[in-house]
């Protein structure tokens, strides 16, 4: 559960983000990949897709999240650095630069 809660920290960071700085909206709509890890630098594993969504007025977005209990780590070949082999995911994002 503390692995969530990062991710909800991760979310609630950028989301603040963006709502102060236009220009670091666009960037996180365009290239969110990139943006977030130049942003918290950390290189994601290659294999990861991340996508941002950006609510309407007459949209609501709800997303569910992944069952980290159940979900299956990535393995280390398809980590983008030996250092981060080791951690769960979302530990490694932690660790590299505290959120919020």
């Known amino acids: 559960m503390a692995e969530q809660t990062k991710r909800q920290e991760l979310e609630s960071y950028l989301a603040a983000r963006a ?9 996180l709509l365009q290239a969110p990949k ?3 890890e130049d ?8 294999t990861l897709e991340i996508k941002v969504h950006e609510e ?18 990535l393995p280390a070949a398809e ?8 951690l769960p995911f979302w530990q ?9």
């Open 39 to 46: 942003e918290i630098r950390l290189r994601f594993p290659g």
């Open 56 to 73: 309407k007025l007459n949209e609501l977005h709800v997303v569910l999240p992944m069952n980290l209990e159940t979900c299956a780590e």
């Open 79 to 86: 980590s983008d650095s030996q250092e981060m082999a080791p």
């Open 92 to 100: 490694r994002i932690s660790r590299r630069k505290k959120i919020g």
């Open 19 to 27: 709502l102060q700085d236009p220009g670091f909206r666009e960037k």
């Open 34 to 36: 990139q943006t977030i």
